[in-house]
């Protein structure tokens, strides 16, 4: 039936009924005492909006409702991204809470979830001292396995610094993990307690990902294989997996003695030309028999990509040459090549009975570990000095310092049992193609 008409025909029935006698007059009575007042006449038109619109309201209920719940009070602690999907209603509320003896109270207030990694939402609050004069220590506790944390940031909500808010990422629980709990030890001096909070997930709450695939691309540096593997992006994060040279490069380090650790990357994820913002965990290394394994977490992929670029800015390696050097001052200046760079002796003295030994190395070069033996015993290291740079006619930039040692000796030798140098980089940018 038309709802015109349908208003029409119960407008008529409404006409046609009459007031009792005695409400009239008490009505007119009212009237008259009252000024008049322009008032709102309800036609067929307005009431038809009107239920048009409660009618919308009914049907979308839970949509409204689904973008209403937010978890509340961590705009401090959210990066923009993580803002957006709390604005969209994408995480899990959980709302439970357990105070301990002493008053401090802990609140998980929700959690989000994809493929990369379940993000808690949780408070320390009644603090009467500082949260770091405790040790505490949180899990979550599933069916299968337990979930440690594996990055995190907090912030006190105002200057009293009584309660703090917390996100900390944790690894995606296994796919039949139905129940967890959320176990949060404290601890100070004799005083230790644990919290357990336990709730159901809502996998309908968790967010999958974005884009998932191999890159298989290898980048040389140095006779290091860098080979960049995987790519999942997500709606919280972007993880990037690799690895670095392989098995039978660990075991001919083990057999010569010369072994090569990766000290740290520095690596730049570009789309679009725009530097996607690493989420500052650092970079995650592993052994295992593809060799070094590395992830590396960025944050969200921004929509409508159409260029992906990986670029290597630096790589920093950690060497144990396991090199020892005669130290006869006739023969000084002495220059020992090592890994194509080189290690400048220049000169030995004394002074106030303490042996310095003066060096010379490119600007990213560092000696770690260094011992220095005479005839009769090994004199302590004392510390570094810097005494300048140069920079070269090629451009390198070169450092010099005096390591000093306490005590002297005759017939010195010279142990080195690490160097660190950032290597040097020519082709290092992939370009991932999304597929």
């Known amino acids: 039936m038309d709802i015109e008409k349908m208003l029409q025909e119960k407008k008529k029935e409404y006409d ?13 009575s009212a009237l008259k005492r009252q000024q008049y007042k322009k008032r709102f006449t309800w036609n067929s038109k307005a009431i038809a909006v009107v239920l048009v619109f409660f009618l919308f309201v009914g049907y979308h209920f839970d949509t409204f409702a689904y973008y209403g719940k937010k978890i509340m009070g961590y705009d401090s602690v959210m990066s923009e991204s993580l803002k957006d999907l709390n604005q969209m209603g994408k995480g899990q509320e959980i709302g439970q809470s357990h105070t301990f003896e002493n008053g401090i109270e802990v609140i998980l207030d929700g959690i989000m979830m994809d493929d990369n990694q379940m993000l808690a939402f949780y408070r320390v609050k009644n603090l009467e001292e500082h949260l770091h004069n405790y040790h505490d220590h949180m899990e979550f506790k599933g069916l299968f396995k337990s979930y440690w944390m594996k990055s995190g940031m907090g912030n006190y909500i105002d200057d009293n610094q009584e309660e703090i808010v917390y996100i900390a990422a944790f690894d995606t629980p296994w796919m039949f993990e139905r129940k967890l709990t959320f176990q949060y030890t404290l601890g100070k001096d004799d005083f230790q307690e644990t919290a357990s909070l336990s709730f159901t997930l809502d996998r309908n709450k968790a967010m999958g990902h974005t884009i998932k ?119 000084l200046p002495q220059v020992i090549e090592y890994d194509h760079r080189e290690i400048k002796i220049e000169n030995i003295r004394v002074e106030k009975g303490n042996t310095y030994i003066t060096i010379e190395t490119e600007e990213d070069m560092t000696l770690l570990d260094v011992d220095l033996k005479g005839d009769n015993k090994s004199l302590k290291f004392i510390r570094t000095d810097t005494i300048d740079y140069d920079k070269k006619l090629d451009g390198t930039i070169t450092h010099r310092r005096d390591i000093i040692f306490e005590g002297v000796e005759e017939n010195l030798q010279l142990k080195i049992g690490q160097i660190v140098y950032t290597a040097k980089l020519q082709d290092n940018i992939i370009s991932v193609e999304i597929k």
Not at 16 to 28: G, N, S, T, V
Not at 300 to 311: D, G, R, S, T, Y
């Open 213 to 331: 695939q191999n890159i298989n691309k290898t980048i040389e540096v140095e006779e290091i294989q860098v080979k960049f593997e995987k790519i999942t992006a997500t709606p919280t994060q972007t993880l990037i997996e690799g690895s670095i040279n392989n098995l039978l490069e660990l075991v001919k380090e083990q057999m010569t003695g010369d072994l090569t650790r990766i000290g740290d990357m520095n690596i730049k994820l570009l789309a679009n030309g725009r530097e996607i913002r690493n989420q500052g965990a650092g970079m995650g290394m592993s052994t295992n028999m593809k060799g070094y394994t590395f992830r590396l977490a960025f944050e969200p992929l921004p929509q409508n990509m159409e260029k992906l670029e990986i670029q290597l800015e630096g790589l920093s390696v950690l060497r144990r040459p396991n090199m020892t050097i005669d130290l006869l001052e006739v023969e």
């Open 16 to 28: 046609h009924i009459e007031a009792p006698m005695e409400m009239e007059e008490r009505l007119r």
